[in-house]
Structures are given as structure tokens and as C-alpha cells.
């Protein structure tokens, strides 16, 4: 995504797919297995993976579709805990699988060790906090993520972090975004958005945030968020030690 040239002074980042993934949906799927005392081949844990990754894990693409008698749960599956659980054990146990695999997926994903950092994610931070740019966290999330973030040595970002289900009201939704930046002390004008899913990431847009589009890769892989850092600091002039000059 083209962005035009700007003074950004703090950078939001969303969550899933933008900083992290969740563990790769077969290693879910076997360690849940594995928690419950089940024996699954290898071949049944690729096959399960596939057919829950469809029916809609947190944290993973959206899916497809939504069972109609489910759609009204998952509406509001980012603003409250139990809503969050509910609504994903009753799309993962739509698949046939053992009984309390879909429960013991779901639980994982609210432990840090379900979250798998981008490559580039720590060394994005890290650049932007060095530099005196402020960094903050919104995210569309039924539970609290804070201590996931600080398992993983993001503290920056749970110290501003702005969660949908604290919020009560979940991106595209401008509040959630003129609350992130209230946080922050920061303005729409000098303001990054850093996101994966073009709609709700996208809501910041609408507020004159300027944002930037990243398809969720692979647990682990390199994510492209050097490009936040090239469109943060194209325009600061450089240090003496030839980084951009801090704020």
C-alpha cells in the first residue's frame, strides 16, 4: 500500500497477523491432543488442522463462513471472554474430532508459549522505541493479551495496549482508534497504523491515519515490518552516527 510521506511521531500496531501468529495449526493440534492424553498420527493431526484452520481458529484467518446459528455469537466473540471461548469451541467443534480437542485448541492460544513472534517484530520495536517513537498496541481480542506480550519482551506495547473487549467496541469502529491514540497522546495526522486485515485495520483511515497493510505470513517468517520503519523515518534527518535523529 502506497503511503504518502509523513512526520509519524507513534506507530499502532494490531496483533494476530500483524506481530504474531499462533503456533502452526498442526503443533496446536497435537499438543492439545497430547494435553488431553490422545494419541493422534501425525496424517490426523495435518487432517484436523486443515479442517479446524477452515472452520475458524482465533488468531487465524477469518473464515470462510459462519454457521448461521453461530453468526450472532461470533459477532461479539472480541467483546468478552467468555463470548471469545464460546464462540470459537462452537466453530471448532463443528469439525469431527475427539471430544475437548476444540476446548484444549482454544485454550493454548491464550497461553504465550500459542504465539510465535514474527522474525522482524522485536527489531521493529526495538528501532522505533530507540528512536523516541511511541508505540501502542489496538487490538479486536475477547481476552487480555498484555501478558502474552510481556512473555514475549514486548512491554512497550502492553503498557499502551487498547483491547476490544476492555473497549466494548471493536475495530472498524473509529472509537477504538480515537481511544488507542488518546492513550498514546498521539494525533491522526502523525500516526501509523500498522495492520493485516484491510477492513477493520483499516477503520483508522477514517479518523486521517494513515495505514499500512501487511497479509499475515507464516508462523515465524520475516513479516516485511521494515517497512514501518522505512516510512517512519524517511524524513529525519540522520545522527552523527548516521541513524535518523530521535524526536
Known amino acids: 500500500m502506497a503511503l504518502a510521506s509523513n512526520q509519524f511521531d507513534a506507530v499502532l500496531f494490531d496483533f494476530a497477523g500483524t506481530l504474531f501468529a499462533p503456533q502452526p495449526a498442526a503443533t496446536q493440534v497435537a499438543l492439545a491432543a497430547e494435553s488431553l492424553g490422545l494419541t493422534i498420527t501425525p496424517e490426523d493431526c495435518g487432517r484436523l488442522a486443515g479442517l479446524f484452520e477452515a472452520?475458524?481458529?482465533?488468531?487465524?484467518?477469518y473464515p470462510q463462513s459462519v454457521p448461521?446459528?453461530?453468526r450472532d455469537l461470533y459477532?461479539?466473540?472480541?467483546?468478552?471472554?467468555d463470548a471469545h471461548r464460546a464462540a470459537y469451541t462452537a466453530l471448532m467443534s463443528t469439525v469431527h474430532a475427539p471430544a475437548g480437542l476444540a476446548a484444549a485448541i482454544y485454550e493454548r492460544i491464550r497461553l504465550a508459549a500459542g504465539w510465535v513472534p514474527y522474525s522482524d517484530a522485536h527489531t521493529t520495536?526495538?528501532?522505533?522505541?530507540?528512536?523516541?517513537?511511541?508505540?501502542?498496541?489496538?487490538s479486536n481480542v475477547g481476552f487480555d493479551i498484555r501478558p502474552i506480550l510481556i512473555a514475549h519482551g514486548m512491554e512497550q506495547l502492553a503498557a499502551h495496549a487498547t483491547l476490544s473487549?476492555?473497549?466494548?467496541v471493536s475495530k472498524p469502529d473509529v472509537a477504538i482508534f480515537r481511544?488507542?491514540?488518546?492513550?498514546?497522546?498521539?494525533?491522526p495526522s502523525n500516526t501509523l497504523m500498522v495492520g493485516d486485515h484491510p477492513l477493520a485495520d483499516g477503520g483508522a483511515a477514517a479518523l486521517?491515519?494513515?495505514?499500512?497493510?501487511?497479509?499475515?505470513?507464516?508462523?515465524?517468517?520475516?513479516?516485511?515490518?521494515?517497512?514501518?520503519?522505512?516510512?517512519v523515518f524517511a524524513?529525519?534527518?540522520?545522527?552523527?552516527?548516521g541513524n535518523s535523529a530521535p524526536l
Open 208 to 231: 486521517g491515519v494513515q495505514t499500512l497493510i501487511l497479509s499475515m505470513s507464516a508462523p515465524g517468517a520475516r513479516h516485511g515490518l521494515d517497512q514501518v520503519l522505512e516510512l
Open 179 to 187: 481511544r488507542a491514540l488518546a492513550d498514546l497522546g498521539a494525533t
Open 68 to 70: 448461521e446459528q453461530l
Open 125 to 138: 520495536i526495538r528501532a522505533l522505541v530507540e528512536r523516541r517513537i511511541v508505540v501502542g498496541l489496538v
Open 235 to 241: 524524513d529525519r534527518p540522520a545522527s552523527r552516527d
Open 165 to 168: 473487549f476492555e473497549q466494548g
Open 75 to 81: 459477532a461479539v466473540r472480541d467483546l468478552g471472554p
Open 55 to 61: 472452520a475458524g481458529m482465533p488468531g487465524a484467518a
